[in-house]
């Protein structure tokens, strides 16, 4: 897997080239070495699930060049404009409101209607989201639960066989992650603290709900089961369909009970989790009194998306449509 470093010319090209063919590239910005691949590809984002080994689909940070590439992807309301012109490019993730018919793969919400954007201050992660052309989805590029990379060292110590390319672009500054901040509600709410510190960041916004619960779990809207619920039920480990339910299936076992929809007609757990969401959106949107869904493998993604099947078929609490 190459190392390429920053002073080499042909460096940005060959990586956008290959981000654009849905493959990934780690690359540094000013908080840490990032993972990133092309948001828009849903096969692209969840091999970057697949590489980190995620257990689970937490949403990822969607990378753009300027506040400018977000106006087709988001909302920006008065509260987003303040904060871009105060602390970007810079350290600080904003979760908006999708857009209706948004380019971003539903994989880097994990099925939110949200998602987590920032215009990162280092000019080699500008030059390569420049070059590239797409949003660029990047969670920081080491396994989960091992420490963020702050050295191309750290990333191919921790990736080195599972990703494309590594840009060298030297030690990062800031050395934590990004702050994030939700603004999707009413109040502008503190998911995790970071490289832009509350105070600077409640002298733009005004007070912040403090919504941080650590950083294994962090209590943004991924880790509520209600997000990721379609409106009709969802009964998992099914080996067939009511006549009322549609079947989502997987594998050749989808094929042999004429399932609705198939995750992987091939078995495939990176192209099983990159039709996850989407499916579910489709088939929920269809109408059907609910949906059955056969066994996916519980190793490699198929752990992550058995995490989102789990919640999405939880019991429904009458107050907040969800029991924990
Ligand atoms: P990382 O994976 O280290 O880049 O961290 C991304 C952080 O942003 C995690 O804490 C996520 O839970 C949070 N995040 C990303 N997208 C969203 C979203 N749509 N809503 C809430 N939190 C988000
Ligand atoms: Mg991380």
Redesign the pocket.
């Known amino acids: 897997m190459p190392v390429i470093p920053f002073s080499d010319p042909t460096a940005l090209r060959v990586a956008a080239g290959i981000l654009r063919s849905g493959s990934l590239v780690a690359f540094p910005t000013e908080t840490v070495y990032?993972l990133g691949a092309d948001a828009t590809q849903d096969r692209a984002v969840a091999r970057i699930y697949e590489a980190k080994g995620r257990p689970s689909f937490?949403?990822?940070?969607c990378h753009v060049p300027d506040p400018e590439s977000l106006v087709p992807l988001v909302h920006c309301d008065e509260r987003a404009r303040l904060a871009m012109a105060a602390f970007w490019p810079g350290p600080l993730?904003l979760?908006l409101p999708r857009r209706e018919g948004c380019s971003l793969s539903p994989l880097?919400?994990?099925g939110?209607p949200?998602?987590?954007v920032r215009v990162p201050d280092h000019p080699l992660a500008l030059a390569l989201l420049r070059e590239c052309g797409r949003p660029i989805a990047?969670?920081?590029a080491n396994r989960s639960g091992s420490i963020?990379p702050t050295l191309a060292a750290h990333v191919v110590a921790s990736l080195g066989d599972r990703i494309d390319m590594v840009l060298d672009g030297g030690a990062c500054g800031v050395g934590v992650?990004?702050t994030?901040v939700?603004l999707?509600g009413r109040q502008p709410a503190l998911?995790?603290p970071g490289g832009i510190s509350r105070e600077r960041l409640e002298a733009v916004l005004g007070a912040l709900v403090w919504d941080v619960d650590n950083?294994v779990a962090?209590h943004?809207?991924?880790?509520l089961l209600s997000h990721y619920a379609p409106s009709c039920p969802v009964r998992l480990d099914a080996v067939s369909a009511s006549p009322e339910e549609a079947l989502l299936g997987f594998g050749a076992a989808g094929l042999t009970a004429g399932a609705t929809l198939n995750l992987s007609p091939s078995g495939d757990l990176v192209e099983a989790a990159a039709n996850l969401f989407a499916m579910l959106f489709k088939l929920d949107a269809a109408g059907w009194a609910g949906i059955a869904v056969m066994p996916i493998p519980d190793h490699g993604l198929g752990l992550a998306i058995n995490d989102r099947l789990r919640r999405a078929a939880a019991p429904r609490d009458p107050r907040q449509g969800f029991i924990g």
Do not use: H, Y
Request: avoid cysteine; aromatic fraction near 0%; proline fraction near 13%.
């Open positions: 990032g937490n949403p990822l940070i993730t979760v880097v919400s994990a939110l949200s998602v987590a990047a969670p920081s963020s992650e990004s994030v939700d999707t998911l995790r950083d962090p943004s809207p991924g880790q």
